[in-house]
């Protein structure tokens, strides 16, 4: 069974950072293309960053420059940098595979103005 387990979130001000971690279980990062995504309230769920297996990253246009996905394979956890947050970062932050379909819990980013 595959399990993806997000943790990092939190309150941070304006200007600040986070890193946010997904683990994996039942599956391996390095041979699979993880992202972020993210839903704030009343919104739909958005894409934010992604990782193919070749190490190629796409971003969402909001995020880029500012945010940055990566992977550790020996502890098969994706990271999500995220620097110079703004208010409208605030969402909750899920994790993907897209194969076999998978989310993980999510966890709570607040960015306050």
């Known amino acids: 069974q595959v399990q993806l387990v997000e943790s990092g979130g939190g309150v941070v001000q304006a200007g600040g950072s986070l890193r946010l971690s997904c683990t994996a279980s039942?599956?391996?990062?390095?041979?699979?293309?993880p992202g972020w995504y993210r839903q704030a309230p009343g919104q739909v769920r958005e894409f934010v960053a992604k990782?193919?297996?070749?190490?190629?990253?796409n971003y969402a246009d909001s995020v880029k420059g500012r945010f940055t996905i990566s992977r550790d394979n020996a502890k098969n956890t994706v990271y999500l940098q995220m620097n110079s947050l703004k208010p409208e970062d605030t969402a909750v932050y899920y994790c993907?595979?897209?194969?076999?379909?998978?989310w993980g819990q999510g966890t709570q980013v607040t960015v306050s103005s």
């Open positions: 993907n595979v897209p194969w076999p379909p998978t």
């Open positions: 990782l193919s297996s070749g190490g190629s990253t």
């Open positions: 039942g599956i391996s990062f390095s041979i699979n293309a």
